[in-house]
Structure formats: structure tokens, C-alpha cells
């Protein structure tokens, strides 16, 4: 049971390159999320995945796409990476019973240049 | 809107003194959930506990401790005679019924020995 797992850990892309982040989670859970922070902040909303085959907007979806492969996959790409666009990325996943918890991945730091 | 308050940016205190980090949350839903997590200086992000918006009782944890007021739409932490391990940021988090997480910007606690 590895809980979320994200790859890459770190990545240098140059403005206007493109890029897939990959979340898998093993939990059997329907939710998936998709968050970045960005230094001193918190955490904000990228996309999220209420259910397989289903993704909705957060805060700042603007530069990203989602795809929610299967119940397991939710991966976050950077189409044209932008210098704005440097952060640490973290997957979450979480179930539906109420006293679920959210389980975050280590995140992914993602530098443009 | 929903929206999440730490107005705390940061703290610092001294090993074995009690203190409490405030949270409070703007909704307009009527099932909501609060959660507090920790994220130390390794990065990671940790669970520390989910509360229901339908469950005001209070909760103890070790030297955790919780205050869930509706009334004022608080959701205050506090930790009794705290150590150096628990320095870190913490970031309190609102989820409503849509799936749509929103996390405060954090506050730093630094326990000085």
C-alpha cells in the first residue's frame, strides 16, 4: 500500500515546454486533486476529480490540463510551461465515507526557466 | 464564496508553553468539512484531523487540541505544552459538499528550545 505517488519529484523545463505530471493512488478513492504551492503560500486548487471520468475547475486552472485515466490515475499537464508556473505540485486523493481523510503525495517541484 | 482565514502568519514560542492558531471560514453551504494539517519542514503534508460541519464537539488528541464554533465559524488549534517538533506551517482547510477544497495561507510556529 504505497498511498499517492507522484513522478517526477523534480523537473526543469523551459518556457513553452510541455509536460505531464503523474498521480496513481491505491486507495481505492474517487476523489483526486490537484494543488500547487507556491513559495510562503498555502496550497492552492488546481483541477479536481470528484469521480472517475469526471474533472472540475479549482482556483487557478489557467496553463493546465487534467485527465482522470481510471480510478487510480489523475495526471496534471503543462501544455506551454511558463516561468509563472514554477511550484511545488501535489496530488491528493481522498474517499467518501465522512471520516475519510486526504492523503497527499510528496509533491512534485517543477522549475521553468 | 468560501474562503479560509489564518490571520496568524506566523508564531514563535518557547518549548513547553501552550498555543492556539486560529482558523476561520466563510461558506454558504450547511454540510461542510474542516481540516487542519501540518506540513513540517521536510515538506510533506500531514493529517491532523477532519471535523464536520454537523459535529461541534470539541476533540483532544494528545497535546492537540480543537474548538469548533458555528456560531463565530471558527475552527481554532491549539497545542498544550508545545515542543520543537512541532515547528512547522499549518494550514487549516474548508471542503464543501461539491468536492471543492480551499486551504488557508498557513501559519508558521516556531518552538524555540
Known amino acids: 500500500n504505497a498511498g499517492v505517488t507522484q513522478t517526477p519529484k523534480f523537473q526543469v523545463l523551459k518556457t513553452g515546454q510541455s509536460m505531464t505530471l503523474q498521480c496513481a493512488q491505491d486507495?481505492?478513492?474517487?476523489?483526486m486533486y490537484w494543488y500547487r504551492q507556491d513559495p510562503g503560500m498555502g496550497l492552492r486548487l488546481i483541477y479536481y476529480?470528484?469521480?472517475?471520468?469526471?474533472?472540475d475547475k479549482g482556483e487557478v486552472p489557467n496553463g493546465y490540463n487534467v485527465s482522470r485515466l481510471n480510478k487510480r490515475e489523475f495526471s496534471l499537464r503543462l501544455e506551454s510551461a511558463a516561468p509563472s508556473q514554477t511550484s511545488v505540485y501535489f496530488c491528493a486523493s481522498m474517499g467518501l465515507d465522512y471520516q475519510e481523510t486526504q492523503y497527499f503525495g510528496p509533491g512534485t517541484r517543477l522549475l521553468v526557466l | 464564496a468560501q474562503k479560509v482565514t489564518q490571520a496568524q502568519t506566523e508564531i514563535s514560542v518557547v518549548e513547553k508553553e501552550d498555543v492556539t492558531l486560529d482558523c476561520v471560514y466563510e461558506t454558504r453551504d450547511t454540510t461542510y468539512y474542516l481540516f487542519w494539517y501540518k506540513q513540517p519542514p521536510s515538506g510533506e503534508l500531514v493529517f491532523l484531523i477532519r471535523r464536520n460541519s454537523f459535529d461541534e464537539q470539541n476533540e483532544i488528541s494528545g497535546r492537540y487540541s480543537w474548538n469548533f464554533q458555528k456560531s463565530t465559524s471558527s475552527f481554532n488549534f491549539t497545542i498544550t505544552a508545545s515542543q520543537v517538533v512541532d515547528s512547522a506551517v499549518y494550514f487549516c482547510a474548508l471542503l464543501n459538499y461539491g468536492q471543492n477544497f480551499v486551504f488557508g495561507p498557513g501559519t508558521r510556529l516556531s518552538v524555540l528550545p
Open positions: 486507495m481505492n478513492h474517487n476523489s
Open positions: 476529480s470528484a469521480s472517475e471520468g469526471t474533472t
